[in-house]
């Protein structure tokens, strides 16, 4: 794949103008001024918020000298532009999903999520401490776009279910709303996966034309009253492990900015990431009580037989999809299968051993 084509010479033109646009006058007038969008609308729990909260934070660090505006996925035009906006320099920075540009390569799909990949902490290790941020700023500084950790989606759900699954079988023939790299998986074991916005399932299920659904998680998911078509409820998510979020910036508007100013937006990307991070966690865990208590949903598991089959089918298209991809997206696969594997062994003998000690039948404090 040709990376470069995505930014043609007409669009160099608009970067000049908008570089001139958007930098000299605002300096001259004694400050910078961008727009971020946001992927995501005010219906969506927490990132609409946590855009804000990280536009707020480059503001007041840099006392006003890089002021901030939050703007609506849809607000500068169709948000599927984004990218290529900010590559251009026409938008200053977004707050996206590099999934949603997947058809450019293996690589933009890794960066957002990986079937049986990592957790969000995980994740973090390897890009923040094991080269995942040097491969990532080389993938994406071809297309003239920096990019940062800047929140997540946190662990998903397998979906919504007339009825638990308890076999291969279960899944077989089943209409199955989902996105990414998890449809031809889906289709290998059987299942019939279609996809579609959120916006379509409620009126698809309720018209006949699909059996069950997956979209995020559970503050999300109740959020759009999913809980209202399906009563099943279930975990884990092997495909969506961790959606990282990321703030992306025009890379020459970054680079011009003073070193300090610089700093400014890497650190409230860092901050924002984690106080995203840790604002999901907690509304998911109000949002499973709430859907478990209130609305008599079901929660449940995937049974082992069916994950360790679901996991050799998706290892085998990971494998294809590599030995398919440009060099350049291969070693980001590399870099992170390699530190999957390194991290592994640590987190399972640490948190893997504490959560099944802290399962076992002994009593233990309560507040009633």
Do not use: C
Not at 74 to 97: C, H, N, P, Q
Not at 153 to 176: H, N
Not at 302 to 331: K, M, N, W, Y
């Amino acid at each position: 794949m040709d990376r470069r084509r995505f930014v043609s010479a007409a669009g160099a033109i608009t970067a000049a103008g908008a570089l001139t646009t958007l930098s000299r006058p605002a300096i001259a007038r004694g400050g910078i001024r961008w727009q971020m969008v946001s992927r995501w609308p005010e219906a969506f729990p927490d990132q609409m918020e946590s855009g804000r909260r990280l536009a707020e934070r480059i503001t007041r660090m840099s006392d006003g000298r890089l002021s901030v505006e939050v703007v609506g996925p849809r607000d500068l035009g169709d948000y599927g532009d984004t990218f290529d906006k900010v590559s251009s320099g026409e938008i200053a920075m977004a707050r996206s999903l590099s999934y949603d540009w997947r058809d450019r390569g293996l690589a933009f799909e890794i960066l957002t999520v990986v079937p049986f990949g990592m957790t969000e902490t995980e994740r973090t290790i390897w890009i923040q401490d094991l080269g995942g941020q040097a491969l990532w700023d080389d993938l994406f500084g071809d297309f003239g776009v920096k990019p940062f950790l800047a929140g997540s989606l946190g662990p998903q759900s397998f979906g919504w279910f007339a009825d638990p699954i308890r076999s291969l079988d279960d899944l077989r023939g089943l209409r199955y709303r989902t996105t990414g790299v998890n449809v031809p998986i889906m289709r290998a074991l059987g299942a019939r996966p279609v996809s579609m916005p959120r916006s379509e399932i409620g009126p698809r299920f309720e018209a006949g034309e699909l059996d069950a659904f997956e979209l995020v998680g559970p503050a999300v998911d109740l959020a759009y009253d999913l809980h209202l078509f399906l009563p099943n409820y279930l975990f884990p998510s092997f495909h969506q492990t961790a959606g990282s979020i990321q703030l992306i910036v025009n890379r020459e508007m970054y680079e011009r900015l003073p070193e300090d100013l610089q700093a400014i937006v890497a650190n409230a990307a860092q901050a924002e990431h984690v106080a995203n991070l840790t604002r999901v966690h907690a509304s998911n865990t109000a949002a499973l009580r709430t859907l478990r208590e209130q609305h008599s949903v079901t929660i449940g598991t995937v049974p082992d037989d069916v994950l360790t089959r679901i996991g050799a089918v998706a290892s085998d298209f990971l494998s294809q999809a590599r030995e398919e991809a440009p060099s350049e997206h291969r070693r980001v696969f590399d870099s992170f299968t390699t530190a999957r594997m390194q991290i592994r062994a640590w987190t399972e003998l640490t948190e893997g051993n504490f959560m099944r000690a802290r399962a076992l039948p002994f009593s233990y404090p309560s507040s009633g």
